[in-house]
Antibody, heavy 122, light 108 residues
Framework: EVQLVESGGGLVQPGRSLRLSCAASGFTFDDFAMHWVRQVPGKGLEWVSGISWNSGSTGYADSVKGRFTIYRDDAKNSLYLQMNSLRHEDTAFYYC???????????????WGQGTLVTVSS | EIVLTQSPGTLSLSPGERATLSCRASQSVSSNYLAWYQQKPGQAPRLLIYGASSRATGIPDRFSGSGSGTDFTLTISRLEPEDFAVYYCQQYGSSLFTFGPGTKVDIK
């Protein structure tokens, strides 16, 4: 069974940094692209970032470009999101999701982890 | 960026009724790369449909997707109690993935 477990969320002050992790199991991690998607509590979904199977290609939403960095450690079957210069509007649940193929574009997301909550507040 | 609009915002129906949810794109979705997800309170989204009309593994056949270009539809033929949830469409045909705002299907 494919499992994705996020961690690293919490309360952080504006301007500070936080790193999210996603531990994957139940599939050959380095065969698939991965993504981060966020959701403000009670609101809709926003794609944040994606990374290809071999880390050769990444993509970011305009709202996080230059502040967030996605990367993966295939030896640890883990996906990460380094979030710098955090803003109030980054407050959300952050989900990691497995892409349906090796490329980070042109693929749907299945499954998703349960999410980790990031709260940016002073 | 492709903007997705979903209608209605809320759909109030009874178990056993048919639900028809609409998703409209601001421009044509490449290769009909359109997915539908279901989300229940406190849970992560779950994939229902990909490629506009292909059911994901384990999804009951009462769920069906149709459409092409800019207009897409998710149909639930007979609502079961567990189907009352929020449904999102997503386009993955461009490098900026976008989601619709969601349609909430609640019990009438």
């Amino acid at each position: 069974e494919v499992q994705l477990v996020e961690s690293g969320g919490g309360l952080v002050q504006p301007g500070r940094s936080l790193r999210l992790s996603c531990a994957a199991s139940g599939f050959t991690f380095d065969d698939f692209a991965m993504h981060w998607v966020r959701q403000v509590p009670g609101k809709g979904l926003e794609w944040v970032s994606g990374i290809s199977w071999n880390s050769g290609s990444t993509g970011y939403a305009d709202s996080v470009k230059g502040r967030f960095t996605i990367y993966r450690d295939d030896a640890k079957n883990s996906l990460y999101l380094q979030m710098n210069s955090l803003r109030h509007e980054d407050t959300a649940f952050y989900y990691c999701a497995k892409a349906s193929s090796y490329a980070w574009i042109g693929n749907w997301f299945d499954p998703w982890g349960q999410g980790t909550l990031v709260t940016v507040s002073s | 960026e492709i903007v997705l609009t979903q209608s209605p915002g809320t759909l109030s129906l009874s178990p056993g009724e048919r639900a028809t949810l609409s998703c409209r794109a601001s421009q044509s979705v490449s290769s009909n790369y359109l997915a539908w997800y279901q989300q229940k309170p406190g849970q992560a989204p779950r994939l229902l449909i990909y490629g506009a009309s292909s059911r994901a593994t384990g999804i009951p056949d009462r769920f069906s997707g149709s459409g092409s270009g800019t207009d897409f539809t998710l149909t639930i033929s007979r609502l079961e109690p567990e189907d009352f949830a929020v449904y999102y469409c997503q386009q993955y045909g461009s490098s900026l993935f976008t989601f619709g705002p969601g349609t909430k299907v609640d019990i009438k």
